[in-house]
């Protein structure tokens, strides 16, 4: 099994200016927004997170606390029949 390279907020910064500015070439324009709005966003949670845990030390080990990145609910409503919607949203 492989390990997980550790992530950087810098290098994730990076890739979506990368991705943004087309240096990427062989990907489709919607497939670079896509990937640079999950850059930014993973970038964002990383930053989120380091904030929440200098704020309570040791609060995510020892209570089992959700990281932001896991606690995110579901943007999606539901139908009464319990079923998803197909559109956006």
Same mark, same amino acid.
């Given at each position: 099994?492989?390990?997980?390279?550790?992530?950087?907020?810098?290098?994730?910064?990076?890739?979506?200016? *990368?991705?943004?500015? @087309?240096?990427?070439?062989?990907?489709?324009?919607?497939?670079r927004?896509?990937?640079a709005?999950?850059?930014? *966003?993973?970038?964002?949670?990383?930053?989120?997170d380091?904030?929440?845990?200098?704020?309570?030390? @040791?609060?995510?080990?020892?209570? @089992?606390?959700?990281?932001?990145?896991?606690?995110?609910?579901? +943007?999606?409503?539901? +139908?009464?029949?319990?079923?998803?919607?197909? @559109?956006?949203?």
């Amino acid at each position: 099994m492989t390990t997980p390279s550790p992530v950087s907020v810098e290098g994730l910064l990076l890739t979506a200016h *990368r991705l943004l500015d @087309g240096e990427l070439a062989d990907a489709t324009t919607a497939g670079r927004y896509r990937g640079a709005c999950l850059a930014l *966003r993973t970038a964002l949670e990383l930053c989120a997170d380091r904030v929440l845990e200098a704020a309570t030390p @040791g609060l995510s080990r020892t209570t @089992g606390a959700p990281s932001c990145s896991s606690c995110a609910p579901s +943007r999606r409503r539901r +139908r009464p029949d319990g079923r998803r919607p197909s @559109g956006p949203g």
